[in-house]
């Protein structure tokens, strides 16, 4: 089992990230898969999720600014991040949409949104 998101870092207020995830086939193959993230103190939110054909759905935060993707013969899920607020530092994970919370998540990839 593999869940492995990169791409995360510091970015200022108004910059942009990209971040991928590389997720095993029995997770990946014929699934929506889905980018969460958690931050300081909160609970684990949705941001955006994907269908296997390419349409994409968005939390209402992040529409607007941020775009999923996936590369069905890499197993790769990514989003695009613009237009970045201090209100999205997180640690974004991906995973299958409606993943068990209990269940295993992978590390994520820290994102921070400071000047």
């Known amino acids: 089992v593999q869940l492995q998101a990169s791409g995360g870092g510091l970015a200022q207020p108004g910059g942009s990230l990209r971040l991928s995830c590389v997720a095993s086939p029995s997770i990946f193959s014929g699934n929506e898969m889905a980018w969460y993230r958690k931050a300081l103190g909160k609970e684990r939110e949705f941001v955006a999720r994907?269908?296997?054909?390419?349409?994409?759905y968005y939390a209402n935060s992040v529409r607007g600014r941020f775009t999923i993707s996936r590369d069905n013969a890499k197993n790769v899920v990514s989003l695009q991040m613009n237009s970045l607020e201090p209100e999205d530092t997180a640690t974004y994970y991906c995973n299958r949409y409606g993943a068990n919370d209990g269940g295993y998540w992978g590390q994520g990839t820290q994102v921070t949104v400071s000047s």
């Open positions: 994907i269908y296997p054909s390419g349409s994409g």
